[in-house]
């Protein structure tokens, strides 16, 4: 009897499973047995034979990283240009829904709004063709500094600029979308809270501080705990194509070292002992951050 | 929400002004590239060219136009693009059905979902899939552009919730006058999940035409490169050495600067004429509801 019923429960969901096969053999291929490729961390990498079976070294490569002088200073810039990424793109995009939410005119709202989220959609290359020509020493910003009498600033060659430069052009990016997400927050806050409010005598940034707010807070806490997995994640893309010899020191982040260790000096153990590690802390981190959105925005990916 | 107060109009017209002037500082510079495209080289080496072409000139665009490098690139582009996204709309639409259905009806599911969530919390990292890649014997092929990204979880997590919001009547309607899965899935699932399904096949094609790293490091030849990857490589270097020398007279008119330009900005025109749809799907439907749960 329980066996027909396991019977005629498996030939139901059969084609259930048959459904999943492609996305399986994906994520095996390109997901799994790379995963499993993590064991060449402990190892060192031969070319000859094969890309699993060098010989084992335990934690040489995880010293190796550690003793690399290098290493803190890279640390530090992933976190500290990821930190400051996190913060600008949590509060510009609330400033401008905010701002936007107290303009009059729909109709120059729309148009604002895609002018503010076109560059979310165009790749790193060619925003990173963009700002490099734009900040060049010949580029606009520089010919019109220069049109008001000032020096010109080299914005991608000096140390000091550079971790500025990543964080607004990442903002500059990727603020417009994000507002959109706060807007859509904002049109379905009740209009009877704020003629209450006003009834109460409270004036606009009172009403902003006890309505607005209140009513975008899940969203604004959704999406500050689900950026908390990226605090490893500077952002390869843009790092990669704005970085250059001279800002070596403030640019050079996690990604662009495995990058670098990997693809130019053949490192491939170092290189993956680098990416295990980082691989690590975000996971975690990612876990945590979905977990405290489920708990205090009640977010469930599923 | 409308609401006004005395007094405010000075905050009114600042805050308008300001709003107005972010929105052209976000356009501003895509507009200071394309009008160096369409100037001259010597126009743009004097500083001249700001927001409008100076000594307008088509040059540029046509010194690309007999670039074998730049249309040979853009035919791996608009290929990846085109396989690309059918590649991953299929894999999308077929394993969100079975994910988006209940735990009583699909015992395993549970279990499915955590092994595909498993790939967005953790990866091997750059260097054993690159391996893995060379060991499938697909470097330098079409393959591995189109293949790796089949799979695209947080898409099949964004069909899921469409599918979840769907009316489950409908469905069993659909079970009690006999129809299999496949008749379930492309007769009922398909046409009332277009506006999800447009959507995300924007998103994918938008994705794939987006995408140079894996060009970077999965093509060794720099004719598999596909547009994106090419571009990378002439905006980091670009160098005059091996063109033709017929071109002499087209060389004195154009600039490593405009050329890089008018390439961005050809690169870029494929997403400004999909804008219009992303814009109107994407705001309407697909961030509220992936936003609200």
């Known amino acids: ?302 | 929400m409308k609401y006004r107060l005395n007094g405010s109009t000075v905050f009114a017209v600042f805050n308008k002004v300001f709003l107005i002037l972010l929105g052209i500082l976000c356009i501003a510079p895509i507009v200071n590239t394309l009008a160096i495209s369409f100037s001259s080289a010597s126009a743009v080496a004097m500083g001249k060219v700001r927001f409008f072409p100076s000594d307008f000139s088509l040059d540029a665009y046509k010194f690309i136009a007999t670039r074998p490098e730049f249309l040979r690139s853009l035919g791996v582009a608009v290929i990846r693009v085109l396989v690309g996204s059918a590649l991953q709309m299929l894999v999308t639409f077929i394993s969100a059905y079975p994910l988006s259905r209940e735990n009583r009806d699909f015992s395993m599911r549970t279990f499915y979902v955590w092994f595909f969530m498993f790939t967005i919390l953790f990866s091997g990292g750059i260097v054993p899939l690159y391996m893995q890649v060379k060991s499938l014997h697909m470097l330098d092929t079409m393959m591995v552009l189109v293949l790796p990204t089949a799979l695209a979880v947080f898409n099949i997590v964004l069909m899921i919730n469409f599918f979840r919001g769907l009316p489950r009547e409908l469905d069993e309607s659909f079970r009690i006058d006999g129809a299999g899965h496949w008749t379930i899935l492309w007769r009922l699932y398909f046409p009332l999940s277009l506006p999800a399904f447009a959507t995300i096949l924007l998103l994918a094609m938008v994705g794939h035409w987006n995408s140079w790293f894996d060009g970077m490091i999965f093509m060794n030849q720099t004719e598999n490169y596909p547009l994106a990857t090419y571009l990378r490589s002439i905006i980091v270097s670009f160098d005059f050495s091996n063109v033709r020398s017929e071109d002499a007279a087209l060389l004195a008119s154009i600039s490593p600067r405009t050329t890089k330009s008018a390439q961005i900005i050809l690169a870029t025109l494929p997403i400004l004429c999909v804008y219009p749809f992303l814009q109107r799907y994407f705001v309407s439907g697909l961030v509220l509801g992936s936003v609200k749960g």
Request: charged share 10%; net charge positive.
């Open chain 1, 1 to 302: 009897m329980r066996a027909l019923h396991l019977k005629s429960r498996f030939r139901h969901e059969l084609p259930y499973h048959l459904f999943l096969i492609p996305g399986i053999i994906l994520a095996v291929l390109f997901c799994y047995i790379p995963m499993m490729g993590i064991v060449m961390a402990f190892q060192n990498f031969s070319v000859f034979k094969g890309w699993l079976a060098g010989p084992w070294v335990g934690m040489d490569n995880f010293q190796y990283i550690i003793s690399m002088p290098r290493f803190g200073q890279v640390m530090y810039n992933t976190i500290y240009i990821s930190i400051l990424k996190i913060v600008f793109s949590l509060i510009v995009p609330i400033v401008v829904a905010l701002l936007l939410n107290e303009m009059h005119g729909q109709k120059l709202k729309r148009v604002l709004q895609t002018a503010m989220y076109l560059p979310y959609f165009l790749s790193w290359v060619v925003l990173g063709g963009i700002i490099l020509d734009v900040l060049s020493l010949e580029g606009v910003i520089n010919s019109l500094i220069q049109a008001f009498g000032g020096e010109p600033v080299g914005f991608l060659s000096s140390n000091r600029l550079f971790p500025g430069v990543l964080v607004t052009t990442e903002v500059w990016k990727n603020f417009g979308f994000n507002t959109i997400i706060y807007m859509a927050a904002l049109t379905s806050i009740n209009p009877d809270l704020y003629e209450a409010a006003m009834i109460d005598g409270a004036s606009r940034w009172r009403q902003i501080w006890h309505v607005t707010l209140p009513g975008i807070r899940p969203t604004i806490i959704l999406l500050a705990t689900l950026s908390l997995g990226n605090v490893l994640n500077a952002g390869f893309e843009q790092v990669f194509m704005l970085l250059n010899p001279l800002v070596v020191d403030s640019g050079d982040i996690l990604d662009t070292l495995v990058y670098r260790l990997a693809f130019n000096q053949a490192q491939y153990s170092v290189a993956t002992a680098v990416g295990l590690f980082k691989s690590m802390v975000s996971g975690v981190l990612i876990s945590v951050s979905y977990y405290m959105a489920y708990k205090f925005a009640d977010y469930r990916i599923f």
